[in-house]
């Protein structure tokens, strides 16, 4: 029997390593349609807060004071209702050589990938709801503010939030670049279920709560139905554990719940199930999908920010090599303070300092950008570990104004 050779043409990577499509988040996450729209978002969430906050507090100079005994708290306060901006994160530009020279690029690094797009932005979304539930001495200014303000941080991103999956999902599974009407026709008709699914868990854990507090909680007030709470407790640890799956669930799952209302079109309850369904499946491969993602988002991260510091720090070189550096530290406002005597520097100095916040306002909302690109790529892959769906598969839209074509009908047909 002859021997038959076969010549391999192609690997497909896509198949062999289809996680690999991580790597493509970063392309999607600077392009013009994504971080537009993420940029609005970055912009439009501080205006709920600040607005909260001055109903609630009171001003001074700018910020909001006597807001909580610990300056923490206030920090966050202050911060949630403040401009965008990418913070400064400083990395030596070498390799660290000295004990102490490790120590600080070593914290710089942690940093980074705290502030990152992955962790960072995890930690934004989920901090109003963690102040709102986490308050040791909680008062009724500061509970209403974190959830007024974390119901409009929802609503936000639940809109941009679904445009930016739905862009992401389209491009990655069936290589389709969708136009800004699409996207935002699609966040439109899907924003209740983006808004409920995270909300609708919380439900189940209120009623658990509920019912352990007007039961073991209500009966152990007195001495004489203490014997019947004591009996009560196992059912409500039960209760109580069943509630802190659901608790965990969610904490983990809820980005999957948008990856999965933009890839299969479908509503919240289809959605909370394909979150819980994944992560409880499947921790090992989503702990993998995220520490790729971190990596990748870090790295992304440390580009965009110091390109944004480099444009801007270029772009005020070649205007001190006329203006000299004297003036564009005034312009910058780096300079003495007594200095700012004129009106028109004030003014221009103001105008200055917005164009500067902007572009860090860009940078941050590359973070966001990556998070959600990258959490729709880890929506397919976790679909196809689970349910054996190749990553191409995706809800495409009806059109539902389709064009008027001509009757073929005829008398034979009638």
């Known amino acids: 029997m002859p021997e038959q050779h076969v010549v391999m043409q192609s690997i497909s990577w896509r198949d062999f390593c289809p996680w690999l499509i991580l790597v493509r988040c970063f392309r999607l996450a600077i392009s ?68 102490e020279e490790s120590n600080h690029f070593y914290q710089a690094v942690f940093r980074i990938v705290s502030h990152g797009p992955v962790l960072g932005v995890w930690r934004r979304l989920n901090l109003p709801f963690r102040h709102l539930l986490g308050e040791q001495e909680q008062t009724l200014s500061r509970f209403t503010y974190f959830l007024v303000g974390g119901l409009w941080t929802m609503l936000v991103w639940s809109f941009f939030g679904g445009a930016l999956t739905r862009s992401a999902a389209l491009q990655l599974s069936a290589e389709e670049r969708p136009s800004f009407r699409e996207v935002l026709n699609h966040a439109t008709s899907k924003l209740g279920s983006y808004f409920a699914a995270p909300f609708l868990p919380m439900l189940l854990v209120t009623a658990a709560a509920l019912l352990v507090m007007f039961s073991t909680g209500l009966l152990s007030r007195w001495d004489t139905s203490l014997w019947l709470a004591g009996i009560l407790l196992g059912p409500s640890l039960l209760i109580v554990m069943i509630a802190m799956i659901v608790l965990l669930g969610l904490y983990l799952g809820w980005p999957l719940m948008w990856g999965a209302i933009s890839t299969e079109g479908t509503d919240a309850f289809d959605a909370i199930s394909r979150s819980y369904s994944y992560t409880f499946q499947r921790p090992l491969h989503y702990l993998f999908y995220i520490a790729i993602t971190v990596i990748l988002g870090s790295l992304g991260w440390y580009f965009v920010h110091y390109f944004a510091e480099g444009v801007i720090g270029f772009c005020f070189w070649i205007i001190s090599c006329v203006a000299g550096l004297d003036r564009v530290e005034l312009l910058r406002g780096d300079g003495p303070v007594n200095s700012l005597d004129s009106q028109w520097l004030l003014v221009g100095s103001k105008i200055v300092s917005f164009w500067i916040k902007l572009v860090r306002a860009v940078a941050l909302a590359f973070t ?28 495409l839209q009806v059109q539902e104004e389709q064009g008027d074509f001509p009757s073929f009908e005829t008398q034979a047909s009638k």
């Open 32 to 99: 013009f349609q994504l971080l537009s729209l993420a940029t609005l978002a970055v912009l439009l969430t501080p205006v709920g807060w600040w607005l909260c906050g001055q109903l609630l507090f009171e001003v001074d100079d700018g910020n909001f004071k006597n807001t909580a005994d610990n300056n923490y708290t206030s920090q966050i306060i202050n911060e949630l209702a403040s401009w965008p901006s990418a913070q400064a994160v400083t990395i030596p530009p070498h390799v660290p050589r000295s004990p």
């Open 368 to 395: 966001f950008s990556f998070f959600w690109s990258s959490l729709s790529a880890i929506y397919l892959l976790l679909r196809r570990d689970v349910d054996h769906t190749e990553l191409d598969e995706i809800y």
